[in-house]
């Protein structure tokens, strides 16, 4: 189970220039802003990457609002493992437990999975939150997940995971990003 005690999540270069040639898109932003909020919610650490800025421009403005008070670290390498000051912020955290989202599901989502979970994380993708430009890539990209042992979920599951309780002020704070939905 995904503990918020242990949990942290990624938000891997959601970024304007890319945005308009991935599936669904839109869809995907939205699950990214959900999760976000509901990782706040829970006070879940958040890290966010964007690759080769230069190129590819900044975060997009709705992912860019939610992440409200997350630094964002720009990035040359495919994996975020592989960006040392990535690596060395995760560190300071003590936690174990990734949860994976952003683009492109088959690049930059896949080896930043494959990385850490070689480095013994517990990753978690989440599925409606990561997408590719081509859906035959997504398809490719989660059956290698699961071949090598990186567990799949999704926004709801993720945060209902790691409220455990009903009843209580983050539930209902959850519940209402919920009915906004």
Partial sequence: MLRPTEAFLVVIDVQERLLPHIHQHGEM??????????????????????????GLGPTCRPVLETLEGVERMEKLTFSCWQHDPFREAVAATGRR?????????????????????????????????????????????????????????????????????????PFRAWSKILKEA
């Fill in 29 to 54: 932003v939205q699950s990214i802003r959900r999760l976000i909020r509901g990782c706040k919610i829970v006070e879940v650490p958040i890290f966010a990457t964007e690759q080769y800025t230069k």
């Fill in 97 to 169: 437990q990734a949860l994976l989202c952003g683009i492109e599901s088959h690049v930059c989502v896949f080896q930043t999975a494959l990385e850490m979970n070689d480095d013994g994380f517990e990753v978690f993708i989440v599925g409606d939150a990561v997408s590719s430009r081509f859906p035959r890539n997504i398809e490719l990209a989660m059956m290698r997940f699961q071949q090598e042992g990186i567990r799949l979920t999704s926004v709801e599951t993720a945060v209902f995971e790691m409220l455990t309780r009903c009843a209580t002020e």
